[in-house]
T-cell receptor
Framework: EAGVAQSPRYKIIEKRQSVAFWCNPI?????LYWYQQILGQGPKLLIQ????????DSQLPKDRFSAERLKGVDSTLKIQPAKLEDSAVYLC?????????????FGPGTRLLVL | AQSVTQLDSQVPVFEEAPVELRCNYS??????LFWYVQYPNQGLQLLLK??????LVESINGFEAEFNKSQTSFHLRKPSVHISDTAEYFC????????????FGQGTRLTINP
């Protein structure tokens, strides 16, 4: 069974530029999550999708971050414009369904450096 | 809102020694508890979880964790570690009701020395 795929693995941009990350969840997983992991901290949930609907985006900085999952499968997270403090690893995860019992399966992450 | 505190940011131990990674949580409602592990250059993967029943849960590679409700703790232990256990370990909690999202601790980097 293929795992969660993410691309690119690494990205370096200058502040005020835009960047996009892509995630393809495990086949059949209805729930998709994006996390931000700043160096030295645990992952923090940015947004959760159930199929193509948003379940929780309370910690997404909506003035610069956006995410979509139009067909309920793969997803894109965008930052525009980027700030220095956005330097982090962006993790995508998926689970069969939503609910606090569900095991989340994580991708390898995209490491972003904003200069 | 729930929170998780991992009391040690780094834990160095010698191979074959026992280890304990500490985790405390705070929540006003009942919770599920998880330990995730991140090996070098790999994604996070579930190590073990407590949902209900026996408060002692085990993983397939010899780790165990005990849910202690009175002390709001979920410490991770292994009686004898191997070089291959070198990784970062994250404790996480999710509430049974309400937001139900996974909240992670800061992580503990376990380094095994030969």
């Amino acid at each position: 069974e293929a795992g969660v795929a993410q691309s690119p693995r690494y990205k370096i941009i200058e502040k005020r530029q835009s960047v996009a990350f892509w995630c393809n969840p495990i086949s059949g997983h209805a729930t998709l999550y994006w996390y931000q992991q700043i160096l030295g901290q645990g992952p923090k949930l940015l947004i959760q999708f159930q199929n193509n609907g948003v379940v929780d985006d309370s910690q997404l900085p909506k003035d610069r971050f956006s995410a979509e999952r139009l067909k309920g499968v793969d997803s894109t997270l965008k930052i525009q414009p980027a700030k220095l403090e956005d330097s982090a690893v962006y993790l995508c995860a998926s689970s069969l369904s939503q609910g606090s019992r569900e095991t989340q399966y994580f991708g390898p992450g995209t490491r972003l450096l904003v200069l | 809102a729930q929170s998780v505190t991992q009391l040690d940011s780094q834990v160095p131990v010698f191979e074959e020694a026992p280890v304990e990674l500490r985790c405390n949580y705070s929540s006003s409602v009942s919770v599920y508890l998880f330990w995730y592990v991140q090996y070098p250059n790999q994604g996070l993967q579930l190590l073990l979880k407590y949902l209900s029943g026996s408060t002692l849960v085990e993983s397939i590679n010899g780790f165990e964790a005990e849910f202690n409700k009175s002390q709001t703790s979920f410490h991770l232990r292994k009686p004898s570690v191997h070089i291959s256990d070198t990784a970062e370990y994250f404790c996480a909690v999710s509430e049974l009701q309400g937001a139900q999202k996974l909240v992670f601790g800061q992580g503990t980097r376990l380094t095994i020395n030969p």
